[in-house]
């Protein structure tokens, strides 16, 4: 995290741009899966993009990491994302946590949040922030992560990444296929992760879940963006309300 970011503590927000994506273009062979998107976040913020199966969020998420090649510009940090590897970019505080949550099957809680943590050197006051953030993990610390319910594996996959101490975290679908008790702790979780200072942008299909929590919202379909606003206009906005609120 810049200085100017420490100055203003833990919960505060400085302003500084921590992303930003103009005119993106990406495809897969002759499949165009995003088209023209712009994308602005600063320092603090849970950006949400919304957008149904195919939309393009994981492609979004994945060009943003470092993985996809593109037409346009992504810069994180006020550099091109095209010139650093997605191991600089972990490095330098951008961690993504994937849709498929990519745990270590065979291994227990404790260490594969310890895989997590290769970026620092204080493991053991990182693994205490997420086993307080996440009580459930602590309880199952020497439980193989392939042996745990859908919710508890992707309190892991968070927690994991919490592990190398992003300043920017990318979130893809946190939600998907996960029962409304565990909702409930993954929301209480983003809050904290927001509070301790950590800027997020938030892939999901849940839009209720992403009015609750993000500043700011973009709508993605066929891979453009087709409306943006904070929650509390898209909430109130009759194509959102019949499309993804159920009217
Ligand atoms: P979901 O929520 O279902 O994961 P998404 O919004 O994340 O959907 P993407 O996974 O980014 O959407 O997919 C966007 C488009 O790109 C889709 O048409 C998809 O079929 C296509 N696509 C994604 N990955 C590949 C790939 N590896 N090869 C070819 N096409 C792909």
């Known amino acids: 995290m810049s200085s100017d970011a420490e100055a203003v503590g833990a919960t505060g927000t400085t302003g500084e741009t921590v992303l930003s994506v103009s005119d993106l273009d990406v495809s897969y062979g002759k499949v165009q899966a995003l ?6 976040i600063t320092q603090g913020e849970i950006v949400s993009v919304i957008g149904p199966n195919g939309a393009g969020k994981s492609t979004l998420a994945n060009t943003v990491s470092g993985f996809k090649e593109f037409d346009g510009s992504v810069e994180f940090m006020g550099r091109s994302v095209a010139d650093r590897m997605p191991e600089d970019l972990v490095e330098e505080g951008l961690i993504h946590c994937t ?3 990519d745990l270590f099957g065979f291994m227990n809680v404790d260490d594969n949040l310890e895989l997590g943590a290769y970026r620092r050197g204080d493991v053991a006051e990182r693994k ?6 996440f009580p459930r993990l602590e309880e199952r610390k ?17 927690g994991r990444a919490l592990m190398g101490d992003p300043d920017f975290l ?16 993954i929301s209480e979780g983003i809050d904290a992760i927001q509070e301790s200072g950590v800027t997020i942008m938030l892939c999901e299909q849940n839009v209720t879940f992403a009015l609750k929590h993000a500043d700011h919202i973009h ?7 087709v409306r943006e606003g904070p929650p509390e206009e898209l909430r109130d906005d009759d194509y959102i309300r019949e499309s993804y609120l159920g009217g």
């Open 35 to 40: 088209r023209g998107v712009d994308l602005e």
């Open 99 to 101: 849709e498929s949550r």
């Open 128 to 133: 205490a922030f997420v086993y307080d953030l």
């Open 142 to 158: 020497g439980q193989h992560a392939n042996t745990m319910s859908g919710g508890e594996q992707q309190m892991l996959a968070i």
């Open 170 to 185: 990318v979130l893809d679908e946190p939600t998907l296929g996960l029962a409304p008790v565990i909702l409930e702790d």
């Open 219 to 225: 709508l993605l379909e066929n891979g453009e963006f």
